[in-house]
Every structure is written in C-alpha cells, then in structure tokens.
C-alpha cells in the first residue's frame, strides 16, 4: 500500500511515497519550484535529482539528458514522438515471448490511485492512503 501525502508550499504539489531499503520518493510540481523547471518559449526543461545521477530532460518528451556515472543524450523516435510505434512493439514481442505487458491494466490502476490518494491528500491536508 501507498501512502501520499501532498501539501503546497507557493502553490506547489508534493507527492511522497515509501520505496525500498526506507527511501521516500518524492515528487515536488516543477510549477512551484522556479529551480526545477524553467521555460525558455516553450521549452520547459524538468530535473529529476537522484542519489547517484541528475536527469534534465524537456517536458514534451523531446530530448533528456543523463548525467551520472555515465554522460548520456537520449532522444526519441521522431517519427513516433507520441510513442504508439513502441507500445506496438511491446504488444507484440508480449505476445511472441507469452509474456503478461509490462504496462497492464493492473499496473495502470495501480498508478492511478496513487494519482487520486494525492488528489484526497491535497483536500484533506493529511496523508492519505493509496487502495489497493
């Protein structure tokens, strides 16, 4: 089970969330958060920090940028930049391999009521649990 909790220091979301080993992963809403997103005319530029690397990548699912051990450039298929040739792939390599998806519907449930325990979080002030 997920617990979240959000609040909005300046008008901002925070999702927390349990993660092994007694990390807490943490969500900050780059909005509220001038060092985290900047928008340079329609780039917006969002930062992930972690323990052993930073990502800096654009919002739109353009370009991201790893930096960590290893220095790396990723940029998507143009020709599928919405993705749809990639879930394709996935579909039928799940089919060839009998494999379950790795995005299920179980999976995108689950996710999605994290999503809405932040939402219960951010009306009710407190941290609020994520059902089953």
Known sequence: MHRCASVRPRGALLLEAPAAQGTVKRLNDAKGFGFMQQDDGGLQVSRIYGTHGNIAFDSNGLWALV????????????LDIMGYRGML???????????????S?????RD???????YRSLSSGKFEPAVA
Do not use: D, Q, T
């Open 89 to 103: 792939r996935e579909f039928l390599a799940s089919v060839r391999e009998g494999r379950e998806l790795r995005m």
């Open 105 to 109: 519907p179980a999976v995108a449930g």
């Open 67 to 78: 930096l960590g051990r290893r220095k790396r450039l990723r940029i998507p298929e143009l």
């Open 112 to 118: 999605m009521e994290v999503v809405f325990a932040a």
